[in-house]
C-alpha cells in the first residue's frame, strides 16, 4: 500500500514538474506546480508530516500560487516567444541535466545504502502540538528573526509596487 | 518487504530539484524561471522531511516550515519586482531585461 502510493503521487509530482518546465503558457506552468505541491503534499502525510502537508496545501499551493496566478492575470502574461536558442546551448544543457541527476542519484545511494524504510506511521512526532512546542522552546530566535523578515517583505513589497507619488 | 526505502523519496526530491534547475536556465518567462525556484525550494522541503523520518526528530519540520515562510516572503518580494520590471520594460522575457539602467 505504501509503494503504491508513493509510486501513484511521485509519478503525478514528477510529470507535473516536467509539464511546469515544457509548458510555454504561464497559467499551464501555475497549474501544473499546484499539481506538483499537491502530491508532495500527500507525500508527506505519507512520512508523517502532518502539520507540514497541510502548511504545504494552505501556504504553497493556496497562498504563494494564488499569489502568482494573480500576477500572471494582472500582467496579461501570454505564450513565451520562441528565442533564438543555439543548437549548442541544447546540446550541452540536455546532457548537462542528466549529467546532474546521476551525480545526485548516485551520491544518495552511495551515502544511504542502508536507511530505514518508510511506511506510513512510521513517525507519529510531526503534530501540530509537537511542531508547536519546538518552534517556541528550542527554535524561538528563528521564530522571531522570522517575523522580521516578513515585515521586511511586507514593507518591500509595497514599495517597489506602490504607484510613483511625484 | 513493507514500505519505501527512503532513498526514493530523496531520488524524487533529487528529480524535482534538477527540473527546477533545468526550468530556471531554460524558460525566458521571468514568472516560469520564478515558478521554478519555487519546485526547487519544495524538492529541497522533501529532503528535509525525509531526514526528518530517517533521523525520528522533529527539527527537519521545523527547517521546512522556515523554508516555506521565506519562501512566502521571497514570492512577495518577487512578484512586487516582477510587476515593476513589467511596468517599466513592458516585456517579461528575460533575455530584453538585460541592462542595469533603462
Redesign the interface.
Known sequence: M??IL?LAF?AI??VC??N??V??H?IA??LS?IG??GS?AV??L????E??AM??VI??AG??MV??IF??M??N?GA??K?GRSLAVQLV?IPG?FA??SL??YS??RL?PN?????FG??T??TAR??GQ??FTR?LL?FEV?SV??L???I??IV??RKEMD | ????????????S??????????F?????I??A???I??ML?AV??TF??F???L????G??F???V??????????G??????V?KNRNT??V?EVNSMKY
Do not use: C
Request: proline share 2%.
Open positions: 505504501d509503494v508513493f511521485a509530482a514528477v514538474a516536467i511546469v518546465v509548458q510555454t504561464p506552468s501555475a506546480l506538483v505541491m508532495l507525500l508527506y505519507l512520512l508523517g508530516a502539520f507540514i502548511a504545504q501556504v504553497y497562498a504563494i499569489l502568482f500576477v500572471i494582472l500582467l502574461a513565451e516567444s528565442s544543457g541535466f546532474l541527476l545526485l542519484a544518495i545511494l544511504f536507511a530505514r524504510n518508510v511506511h512510521g513517525f512526532k510531526g509537537d511542531i519546538a518552534l527554535y528563528p522570522t523578515l516578513i521586511i517583505a511586507i518591500g513589497a517597489l509596487a | 518487504m513493507t514500505g519505501v526505502p527512503l532513498s526514493w523519496y530523496l531520488i524524487l533529487a528529480i524535482l530539484f534538477v527540473l527546477g534547475v533545468a526550468g536556465l531554460f524558460r525566458r518567462n514568472i516560469t520564478f515558478m521554478s519555487e519546485l519544495n522541503n522533501l522531511i525525509a526528518s523520518y530517517q525520528q526528530q522533529v527539527d519540520h521545523l521546512a516550515f522556515f516555506m515562510v521565506v519562501a512566502a516572503a521571497e514570492a512577495a518580494v512578484l512586487a519586482i516582477i510587476l515593476t513589467f517579461l522575457n533575455d
